[in-house]
């Protein structure tokens, strides 16, 4: 091949691949919503009207970071590595906060079971960052999640790994009884593919009235799985503002690009004082 060649396919590639780079998303959350332009509220964070989530395979996207999941004998306590294309972790100092934290981690159990935590482990001296197991999934498969985002580019990043218990249990633990209630959840389409308008019409226990209080800076987080397809991926939303949040027995509403036809479990994590995630199903429709 003659030079002139060369340089030029060399060129045409590196044109390209700056291109590329600049379409990548360059905020903390465009990678989870297109769009994004939050609004904010008493210092909430609430997703922007023309705002919405994505479900994403972690795995599929070939992000460059590996996660790796490793619990200690008791199952009680789980050490994450985040680590780059050249095998160095990600620091403290490299992370950026998003939502309060610097690392969502998602644990979702495998094997038929339809347990979940939403956690955030903590940054140790040697590049792991650090969590406790919650209870009821301890001694079972899990498949973890993380996203996060880079101080260098600001660009989420994300990735999944299977976890494999440290001991295994007849059955999972039971999860903790819950305080609150979702009454009812509605779409205003459910048709793959759609951009879907999900409203969650929550309350109290017994009569008791619901009123919420902040979570990682907003009035709620919610995580989808795909119960049909345990490795398919996930999404993780906030609240778009609407109104109803704040008024007893409060209803939250999210944006999401529905995913392929299939039952999907939705986590809503709350605070009403002390956090908690409720369950809900979403059927997705061809």
């Not at 990678?31 to 609004?39: I, K, N, S």
């Not at 979702?108 to 979940?116: A, C, E, I």
């Not at 218990?165 to 779409?187: D, K, M, Q």
Request: glycine share 10%; proline share 7%; charged share 20%.
């Amino acid at each position: 091949m003659s030079n002139p060649r060369q340089v030029g396919i060399i060129t045409a590639v590196a044109v390209l691949g700056f291109f590329g780079l600049r379409s990548l998303p360059d905020t903390q959350c465009t990678f989870l919503h297109a769009d994004h332009e939050p609004v904010v509220v008493d210092g909430l964070e609430f997703c922007g009207l023309n705002e919405e989530a994505n479900f994403y395979s972690p795995k599929g996207l070939r992000f460059p970071v590996e996660l790796k999941v490793v619990l200690d004998a008791e199952g009680k306590a789980g050490e994450v590595r985040l680590l780059k294309d050249d095998g160095h972790p990600y620091y403290a100092h490299e992370v950026a906060v998003s939502h309060t934290q610097r690392v969502h981690l998602h644990l979702r159990q495998l094997g038929g079971g339809r347990q979940y935590a939403h956690l955030h482990p903590q940054p140790a001296d040697d590049g792991s960052w650090r969590f406790e197991v919650p209870a009821h999934l301890r001694g079972i498969g899990l498949r973890a999640y993380v996203d996060f985002s880079d101080v260098r580019t600001s660009r989420t990043m994300m990735a999944e790994a299977e976890v494999a218990p440290a001991f295994t249990t007849a059955g999972a633990p039971p999860a903790p009884v819950p305080r609150n209630r979702i009454v009812e959840l509605t779409t205003s389409t459910s048709q793959t593919g759609s951009s879907a308008m999900i409203r969650l019409r929550l309350s109290g226990l017994e009569g008791r009235k619901l009123r919420l209080k902040p979570i990682m800076g907003s009035l709620g987080h919610a995580v989808v799985f795909s119960v049909d397809r345990p490795d398919a991926g996930y999404a993780h939303m906030h609240p778009t503002l609407e109104g109803g949040e704040y008024a007893e027995d409060p209803t939250l509403a999210f944006r999401l690009r529905l995913p392929a036809p299939g039952t999907y479990d939705f986590w809503l994590n709350l605070n009403d004082g002390q956090e908690e995630l409720l369950r809900a199903t979403l059927v997705v429709t061809p």
